[in-house]
Antibody, heavy 121, light 112 residues
C-alpha cells in the first residue's frame, strides 16, 4: 500500500522559509510519477504548487513568483518543498501527492494526510 | 492559466436522489489524443482529496459506479446517482492539460 507522510513545522514566522518533507512508502520515488505539492488555505479551494520527477525535472506554479523549490532525495525515498518569504496568505494545509503517469496523463491517486502550516510572529 | 468554474457552490441532496455538478473551463481541455484532461476529486470532511474520475469519464479504482463523469471540451459534469450519506464533502474538478494545474472552486454536497 502506497503511503505519503508530510512532516515539518506547523508554525513559520513572516518572511521566513517553510521546509516540508514528504516520505514515500510502498513505492519507489524513481517510478514514472510526478511527485506533487498542493495546498488549501482555510475555507478555500485546492492550489497546485508544483511537481518534480525523479530525474530532478520540476514544474512550478508561476503564482509563487520564484519563491518555491521542490527537490527529490532518492536515497531516502522522499521529496521536499521549500517556500520562502512566507506571509499570512501562505497559511494553509499542505498536501503531498503522487501524480502517477498513466498512458495519457498524471492522476493523483495517493495523497498525504496534510499538514497545517500557520504563518505568524 | 486555465480557469475552472464550478456550479453550484452548495448542493443539498436528499438521500437516494441524484446530484449533478458542473465544471466549465476557460479553454478546451480536449487533447489531440482524443482525451479530455479533466479529473474529479472528493474531499470528505477532515480528509485528503480522493480521485473519483480521470480523463473526464474514467472511474478510478474502487469508486462506485454511482459516480459518472461526462463532457468534452469546455463543459463537464459529474453525476452522482442514489446519493448516500458518505458522499458528503467538497467535489472539485481539476485540469491537467497544462501547467499550472488548476482546480475549480469546489462544490459542497450536503445531505438534506
Amino acid at each position: 500500500q502506497v503511503q505519503l507522510q508530510e512532516s515539518g513545522p506547523g508554525l513559520v514566522k513572516p518572511s521566513g522559509t517553510l521546509s516540508l518533507t514528504c516520505a514515500v512508502s510502498g513505492d519507489s520515488i524513481s517510478t514514472n510519477t510526478w511527485w506533487t505539492w498542493v495546498r488549501q488555505p482555510p475555507g478555500k479551494g485546492l492550489e497546485w504548487i508544483g511537481e518534480i520527477y525523479h530525474s530532478g525535472s520540476a514544474h512550478y506554479n508561476p503564482s509563487f513568483k520564484n519563491r518555491v523549490t521542490i527537490s527529490v532525495d532518492k536515497s531516502t525515498n522522499q521529496f521536499s518543498l521549500n517556500l520562502n518569504s512566507m506571509t499570512a496568505a501562505d497559511t494553509a494545509v499542505y498536501y503531498c501527492a503522487r501524480g502517477f503517469i498513466g498512458t495519457y496523463s498524471r492522476e493523483f491517486d495517493y495523497w498525504g494526510q496534510g499538514t497545517l502550516v500557520s504563518v505568524s510572529s | 492559466d486555465i480557469v475552472l468554474t464550478q456550479s453550484p457552490i452548495s448542493l443539498p441532496v436528499t438521500p437516494g436522489e441524484s446530484a449533478s455538478i458542473s465544471c466549465r473551463s476557460s479553454q478546451s481541455l480536449l487533447h489531440s489524443n482524443g482525451h479530455n484532461y479533466l479529473d474529479w476529486y472528493l474531499q470528505q470532511p477532515g480528509k485528503s482529496p480522493q480521485l473519483l474520475i480521470y480523463l473526464g469519464s474514467n472511474r478510478a479504482s474502487g469508486v462506485p459506479d454511482r459516480f459518472s463523469g461526462s463532457g468534452s471540451g469546455t463543459d463537464f459534469t459529474l453525476e452522482i446517482s442514489r446519493v448516500e450519506a458518505e458522499d458528503v464533502g467538497v467535489y472539485s474538478c481539476m485540469q491537467s492539460l497544462r501547467t499550472p494545474l488548476t482546480f475549480g472552486g469546489g462544490t459542497k454536497l450536503e445531505i438534506k
